[in-house]
Nanobody, 126 residues
Framework: QSLLVESGGGLVQPGGSLRLSCAVS????????IGWFRQAPGKVREGVSC????????HYADSVKGRFTISIDNAKNTIYLQMNNLKPEDTAKYYC???????????????????WGQGTQVTVSS
């Protein structure tokens, strides 16, 4: 059984919006930080956003600040990434990942995340 399953990707025009979902099973959101990462072909994996389990404090990469919002639905054990004003450079496969919980999170070191979903493709193009 997959611990993290992403959905919500697709094709959108520049300036459009998408909401990605990360359904989490077995793991509990109050004990795990959840991060969103993305990887475009030929590029390194890039941290996008994360949310800390103990404080609820979010973190955003500079490239998405003001455009993306991470949120939690504890009842559904699901993390969302609302993406607005999408740009062609946001095109990538997006992954959610989990690491042991704390009051602070970061996406600088993707290898510190232990569990990964299979990803969902986001394409921003006219």
């Amino acid at each position: 059984q997959s611990l993290l399953v992403e959905s919500g990707g697709g094709l959108v025009q520049p300036g459009g919006s998408l909401r990605l979902s990360c359904a989490v099973s077995t793991l509990t959101l109050d004990r795990n930080n959840i991060g969103w990462f993305r990887q475009a072909p030929g590029k390194v994996r890039e941290g996008v956003s994360c949310i800390a389990s103990e404080s609820g404090r979010p973190h955003y990469a500079d490239s998405v600040k003001g455009r993306f919002t991470i949120s939690i639905d504890n009842a559904k054990n699901t993390i969302y990434l609302q993406m607005n004003n999408l740009k062609p450079e946001d095109t990538a496969k997006y992954y959610c990942a989990a690491q042991r919980g704390s009051d602070y999170c970061s996406t600088e070191k993707f290898y510190e995340y232990d569990y990964w979903g299979q990803g969902t493709q986001v394409t921003v193009s006219s």
